[in-house]
């Protein structure tokens, strides 16, 4: 019922930035929360950060003060700001909506921190 479409994976340096998007659609509930997992080689996927409808956010230790995650809830979209990477963050992303018990995953998009 809920499709997510996932945008602005890249090739970055080590220091760099980059901002993922997710946008969702379909059958929205008014009351969920949207987050971003990622998972690398051999690695479990593992929360990031993840954001409720109410604006109450999660973050990952690893992540704190690095990274950003925001909401527009009129465009059922989620961001986030990822600042200061370093190659430990490389992992492909996924975007994530749950509400009520219902996951649904994006296709993921593969961030790269690399000199």
């Known amino acids: 019922q809920v499709r997510l479409v996932e945008s602005g994976g890249g090739l970055v340096q080590p220091g760099g930035s980059l901002r993922l998007s997710c946008a969702a659609s379909g059958s929205i509930s008014s009351v969920n929360a949207m987050g971003w997992y990622r998972q690398a080689p051999g690695n479990e996927r593992a929360l990031v950060a993840r954001?409720?409808?109410?604006?109450?956010?999660d973050y990952a230790d690893s992540v704190k003060g690095r990274f950003t995650i925001s909401r527009d809830n009129a465009k059922n979209t989620v961001y986030l700001q990822m600042n200061s990477l370093k190659p430990e963050d490389t992992a492909v992303y996924y975007c994530n909506y749950y509400s009520f018990g219902f996951n649904t995953w994006g296709q993921g998009t593969l961030v790269t921190v690399s000199s």
């Open positions: 954001i409720r409808t109410s604006s109450i956010t």
